[in-house]
């Protein structure tokens, strides 16, 4: 029996859609859903009133309005670590292919195609050494972002024998307990700046993020190193970097977004949004975004969410019903609803809260049915942005 509406935008892997259980219907069409999964498509959650959750197949949720979403108690999801191989697998290759003067080979060689076949050896000979380019290996390599891509890129940055800097404002313990011990962790940006060769920025777009590689930001930059962005590309200002290429200050940029600026510059190397687009990467985040968003409209648990904190609780046999209550994060809401339920003889078997400064998320599980007086009390507090309940079928 259908209890969860799910809408699904843009190509979502079917690995991950064949997890969706006889509980959910998923169709494209749905106007009014419970849930929805989607990959870049801009998302506004004031076009569906009952939205209840989002799935972003990827990691950056920057075309969803996911202040907008916490206000209205929608939680939104990402999928962490799911396209970080994908994502790695590429710009190893792109400052490969700019500092062996790859690019620039092929298309000599390509060239080839309309000389005489006894004269190609011996023009190979003759113009190889313009291509000669540089190893990557003894290089200091700058890793700006240290989550699941920027920690599994300074890992394979130590691989290939070069010296690895990182820094991240707010770095994850649980992603740096996964760096080589090889790679030196930086207190201060500058002190990443100012030493690499090549610097990699993985960063998620925020207000805060964008156009963080600005000016002031590129002159703190070794002269002559090589910048990489292979995580959004507003996070980087593509006028100031032009100007450092021109100056040269900045010896490439090497992209994933291109440009009309960029594309017809001779220091620039881009590719057409190819970070996560490998069908292994796709099927990851596909199984992922299923998961998280299913486990939410079904048991109100949450993962990875990038607005609400984690919380997740396994309802007991015992478990009748199961309240879920996010408010605001203030002082006295665990006393609250817990007076409340009291008060109404309602019975709490088990109570689970987290908090992330923001958002306070409440998992209830009670033996019974909830009245609706208790749901109306708490309803009724201000600070309560919404509250669910989910009824376990015996």
């Known amino acids: 029996m259908v209890q969860y509406k799910v809408k699904k935008i843009n190509k979502i892997a079917k690995e991950g859609l064949d997890l969706f259980t006889d509980l959910f219907s998923v169709s494209e069409d749905e106007?009014?859903?419970?849930?929805?999964?989607?990959?870049?498509?801009?998302?506004?959650?004031?076009?569906?009133?009952?939205?209840?959750?989002?799935?972003?197949?990827?990691?950056?949720?920057?075309?969803?309005?996911?202040?907008?979403?916490?206000?209205?108690?929608?939680?939104?999801?990402?999928?962490?670590?799911?396209n970080a191989n994908a994502v790695v697998d590429l710009v190893f290759p792109m400052i490969g292919?700019?500092?062996?003067?790859?690019?620039?080979?092929?298309?000599?060689c390509k060239s080839l195609a309309v000389m005489e076949p006894d004269r190609v050896s011996g023009e190979v000979e003759s113009k190889k050494a313009a291509f000669k380019g540089e190893e990557i290996?003894?290089?200091?390599?700058?890793?700006?972002?240290?989550?699941?891509?920027?920690?599994r890129l300074a890992n394979a940055g130590v691989f290939?024998?070069?010296?690895?800097?990182?820094?991240?404002?707010?770095?994850?313990?649980?992603?740096?307990?996964?760096?080589?011990?090889?790679?030196?962790?930086?207190?201060?940006?500058?002190?990443?700046?100012r030493a690499s060769?090549?610097?990699?920025?993985?960063?998620?777009?925020?207000?805060?993020?964008?156009?963080?590689?600005?000016?002031?930001?590129?002159?703190?930059?070794?002269?002559?190193?090589?910048?990489?962005?292979?995580?959004?590309?507003?996070?980087?200002?593509?006028?100031?970097?032009?100007?450092?290429?021109?100056r040269g200050h900045l010896e490439a940029y090497l992209c994933d977004f291109p440009t009309p600026t960029l594309v017809k510059h001779e220091k620039v190397l881009t590719t057409p949004h190819l970070g996560a687009s490998t069908s292994e990467s796709e099927e990851n985040c596909s199984i992922m975004a299923v998961t998280e968003l299913a486990n939410y409209l079904k048991y109100g648990n949450v993962i990875h969410s990038v607005n609400f904190p984690s919380v997740e609780k396994i309802p007991s046999?015992?478990?009748?019903?199961r309240f879920c209550v996010v408010n605001r994060d203030v002082p006295g809401m665990i006393a609250l609803i817990s007076n409340i339920f009291g008060a109404n003889n309602v019975n709490i078997a088990g109570y689970l809260n987290?908090?992330?400064?923001?958002?306070?998320?409440?998992?209830?599980?009670?033996?019974?049915?909830?009245?609706?007086?208790?749901?109306?009390?708490?309803?009724?507090?201000?600070?309560?942005?919404?509250?669910?309940?989910?009824?376990?079928?015996?």
């Open 160 to 193: 290939r024998h070069m010296k690895v800097l990182g820094f991240d404002p707010a770095p994850s313990i649980a992603n740096v307990h996964q760096l080589s011990p090889e790679v030196r962790i930086c207190k201060n940006l500058g002190d990443v700046l």
């Open 197 to 246: 060769d090549i610097i990699s920025l993985h960063l998620p777009l925020l207000e805060t993020t964008r156009h963080l590689v600005n000016t002031e930001f590129i002159n703190r930059i070794r002269k002559g190193a090589v910048l990489v962005n292979y995580s959004r590309g507003p996070v980087v200002d593509e006028l100031a970097v032009v100007e450092a290429l021109d």
């Open 317 to 321: 046999d015992k478990a009748h019903s």
């Open 31 to 82: 106007d009014n859903p419970d849930g929805i999964i989607l990959r870049s498509s801009p998302l506004d959650v004031d076009d569906y009133p009952s939205l209840m959750a989002v799935a972003r197949a990827g990691a950056g949720t920057n075309n969803i309005n996911v202040a907008r979403a916490t206000e209205k108690g929608i939680c939104v999801f990402n999928t962490p670590g799911a």
């Open 137 to 151: 290996a003894g290089k200091t390599l700058g890793v700006v972002g240290l989550g699941q891509i920027g920690v």
């Open 354 to 394: 987290q908090s992330n400064g923001t958002v306070g998320y409440n998992i209830i599980d009670v033996e019974s049915e909830i009245p609706q007086e208790v749901i109306g009390q708490i309803i009724g507090n201000k600070d309560v942005i919404r509250t669910r309940v989910i009824t376990f079928e015996k």
């Open 97 to 108: 292919v700019w500092k062996r003067n790859i690019f620039r080979g092929i298309e000599f």
